[in-house]
């Protein structure tokens, strides 16, 4: 159902103040934009620790690279 709040603010008519937070972050998680965003950024965070063991870097950067992705990963899990 269309929001003449939300409608007005994507339109760049309305600047977001503190109460629009939880009724945009409520929108996105219902219609599933939250949980596909989620499969989206796991899907590059694989691929992406994949590429980096086939590089010339050495194992500490390639350590590096893979605990930030990991974090990345599980910092998901923090929104709901």
């Known amino acids: 159902q269309k929001d003449p709040r939300?409608?007005?603010i994507?339109?760049?008519?309305?600047?977001?103040?503190e109460d629009d937070i939880p009724r945009i972050?409520?929108?996105?998680?219902d219609c599933g934009a939250l949980d596909e965003a989620?499969?989206?950024i796991r899907k590059h965070g694989?691929?992406?620790?994949?590429?980096?063991?086939?590089?010339?870097?050495n194992r500490?950067?390639?350590?590096?690279?893979?605990?930030?992705?990991?974090?990345?990963e599980e910092s998901l899990d923090w929104y709901n």
């Open 6 to 8: 939300v409608s007005s």
């Open 10 to 17: 994507f339109q760049g008519k309305s600047k977001i103040t």
């Open 25 to 29: 972050t409520a929108m996105i998680r």
């Open 38 to 40: 989620k499969t989206i």
């Open 46 to 57: 694989k691929e992406a620790k994949s590429l980096i063991a086939m590089t010339e870097m």
């Open 60 to 72: 500490e950067a390639k350590e590096v690279f893979i605990a930030l992705i990991e974090y990345v």
